[in-house]
């Protein structure tokens, strides 16, 4: 319908705004209402008086409905669901909860999780947790609610024995599907460090951050990150300070070592494996060397050995990198390169790099030929240093004075603290490359690598040339 200066128009029906009456063709008001007969006027008149009175009836009806919406909105499914909820939580009725919950549910705690969890099983094993922990007497009040539908927000406090708990104060948000059951939800709770405006100056601070890194400035992208090898490279750093540089382990750091330490390792390394010794056993040529205690020269020649087993292992490992330079660094220096070894391993091969590597034929993986070899001299060696350890030299006295003195070094002796300390990061290192192996090898430190090497525990196999597996075993 078309309202222009008086005159309506409709399919070239007029109708008059004062009657509501018909007329046969749009026509001035003053002429149509002139033009109307007098009896027409009078039923006019009534219609309209009991049409205000239907109309007035309506509107009164309508706002007693309007009137009592808000109470009727609040019963809704979202609140339904969600007093439900709390209720089962002071009752401490997880699976009570659990029948709130959608199957596919997020529950997201803001206060302690950067993710969400999400399920059914997650998140009944956190709120097992939470029970487990908190006090069975702690409950939830809800001060106040509001909701539609199918959205539901709540203030909430928690309280013991009646008295309000400290620093409980929050609100969580919810949302349900079309069953009335929760598919999301989120709690955020008040912070018991109250920053002020040192807050605000942080915020400014990190601003420019937040800009700078975009999305990966979210807590949530953390879980991307190669957290073990970060991990792993922090362990290198703690243990080189502790080892090399820091006063808080017994003995003088490395940068100021005291010289007979420094004559010590040297006339060590000139006897490597007691090649020295042997030499000058054999009246064969050897280098001038200074004779030490046994149990110190056992030790340094049974980590050396320990390395050399490693090599073999360490070729062969699909997530190994800079095998080679590492290794070699490790035969001398030990974990200054082994513990980076390890590090590294962990880190994710981007997709460039594994669209790079060779396909592996299928079948068992074969070991190189040489790789009994490496058993055999390993644990050749670590069976020297043991006899060496126990009885050379018997003017070192018996197992009881050799004891002694390997308690004592612990307390004293810097260089033989580390070589202990690589030892017992050893038997880890072979834990960790020892996947393959039987369980009772893995567990048995230096003794359970050599035995594997030889061939203890492996599939029997042909052994393959070196040279033809060395290339796939490097980009395995």
């Known amino acids: 319908m078309i309202r222009s200066r008086g005159v309506h128009a409709s399919s070239g029906l007029h109708v008059c705004p004062r009657l509501g009456l018909g007329c046969p063709k749009p026509q001035p008001l003053q002429?149509?209402?002139?033009?109307?007969?007098?009896?027409?006027?009078?039923?006019?008149?009534?219609?309209?008086?009991?049409?205000?009175?239907?109309?007035?009836?309506?509107?009164?009806?309508?706002?007693?409905?309007?009137?009592?919406?808000?109470?009727?909105?609040?019963?809704?499914?979202?609140r339904q669901a969600v007093e439900r909820f709390y209720a089962c939580y002071n009752a401490g009725d997880v699976e009570g909860m659990m029948g709130t919950m959608a199957p596919d549910c997020a529950y997201h705690d803001l206060a302690l999780y950067n993710e969400p969890h999400v399920g059914h099983d997650e998140i009944r094993s956190f709120?097992?947790?939470?029970?487990?922990?908190?006090?069975?007497?702690?409950n939830f009040v809800l001060d106040a609610i509001s909701a539609?539908?199918?959205?539901?927000?709540?203030?909430?406090?928690?309280?013991?024995?009646?008295?309000?708990?400290?620093?409980?104060?929050?609100?969580?948000?919810?949302?349900?599907?079309?069953?009335?059951?929760?598919?999301?939800?989120?709690?955020?709770?008040?912070?018991?460090a109250k920053p002020g405006g040192i807050a605000l100056q942080a915020l400014a601070l990190l601003a420019p951050v937040v800009r700078k890194?975009?999305?990966?400035?979210?807590?949530?992208?953390?879980?991307?990150?190669?957290?073990?090898?970060?991990?792993?490279?922090?362990?290198?750093?703690?243990?080189?300070?502790?080892?090399?540089?820091?006063?808080?382990?017994?003995?003088?750091?490395?940068?100021?070592?005291?010289?007979?330490?420094?004559?010590?390792?040297?006339?060590?390394s000139l006897n490597f494996w007691f090649l020295n010794s042997a030499s000058q056993w054999?009246?064969?040529?050897?280098?001038?060397?200074?004779?030490?205690?046994?149990?110190?020269?056992?030790?340094?020649?049974?980590?050396?050995?320990?390395?050399?087993?490693?090599?073999?292992?360490?070729?062969?490992?699909?997530?190994?990198?800079?095998?080679?330079?590492?290794?070699?660094?490790?035969?001398f220096l030990t974990n200054v390169f082994m513990l980076p070894y390890m590090a590294l391993r962990l880190l994710p091969v981007s997709k460039e790099q594994e669209r790079s590597r060779p396909q592996l034929p299928l079948g068992p993986f074969k070991w190189p030929s040489y790789t009994p070899l490496y058993g055999v001299i390993g644990g050749f060696v670590g069976a020297v240093c043991v006899w060496w350890g126990l009885a050379y030299?018997?003017?070192?006295?018996?197992?009881?004075?050799?004891?002694?003195?390997?308690?004592?070094?612990?307390?004293?002796?810097?260089?033989?603290?580390?070589?202990?300390?690589?030892?017992?990061?050893?038997?880890?290192?072979?834990?960790?490359?020892?996947?393959?192996?039987?369980?009772?090898?893995?567990?048995?430190?230096?003794?359970?690598?050599?035995?594997?090497?030889?061939?203890?525990?492996?599939p029997t196999q042909e052994p393959v040339q070196a040279g033809s597996q060395d290339t796939s075993v490097q980009q395995r």
Not at 42 to 71: D, F, G, I
Not at 232 to 247: E, N, Q, R, T
Request: proline share 7%; aromatic share 14%; charged share 20%.
């Open 393 to 458: 030299r018997p003017e070192y006295g018996g197992l009881a004075d050799r004891a002694a003195y390997f308690v004592e070094a612990l307390k004293t002796d810097r260089a033989f603290i580390l070589i202990t300390t690589d030892c017992l990061l050893y038997s880890v290192w072979q834990w960790v490359l020892m996947a393959d192996a039987p369980t009772y090898l893995r567990r048995l430190p230096f003794i359970g690598l050599a035995a594997w090497l030889i061939g203890v525990g492996r």
């Open 213 to 268: 890194l975009g999305p990966k400035a979210n807590p949530g992208q953390l879980k991307k990150l190669p957290q073990r090898a970060i991990l792993m490279f922090g362990v290198f750093a703690a243990w080189f300070w502790l080892i090399y540089l820091s006063d808080v382990i017994p003995g003088a750091p490395a940068w100021r070592a005291e010289p007979w330490v420094v004559k010590e390792t040297l006339d060590e």
């Open 148 to 192: 539609d539908e199918r959205n539901c927000s709540v203030k909430w406090h928690c309280e013991i024995a009646g008295s309000e708990f400290p620093f409980s104060r929050g609100v969580s948000f919810y949302e349900v599907n079309n069953n009335g059951l929760i598919v999301a939800g989120r709690d955020l709770v008040e912070s018991a």
């Open 31 to 78: 002429q149509c209402c002139r033009n109307t007969p007098q009896a027409n006027l009078q039923k006019a008149a009534r219609l309209r008086h009991w049409c205000c009175k239907a109309s007035a009836a309506v509107c009164r009806a309508a706002q007693t409905e309007q009137a009592a919406m808000p109470e009727q909105r609040q019963h809704t499914a979202a």
């Open 127 to 138: 709120f097992k947790k939470v029970f487990s922990t908190v006090p069975g007497d702690l």
């Open 282 to 331: 054999l009246k064969l040529p050897y280098i001038p060397f200074d004779k030490w205690n046994p149990v110190h020269e056992a030790f340094f020649n049974f980590e050396n050995a320990w390395s050399f087993l490693f090599l073999p292992t360490i070729m062969n490992d699909p997530r190994g990198r800079f095998r080679t330079p590492l290794w070699f660094g490790s035969m």
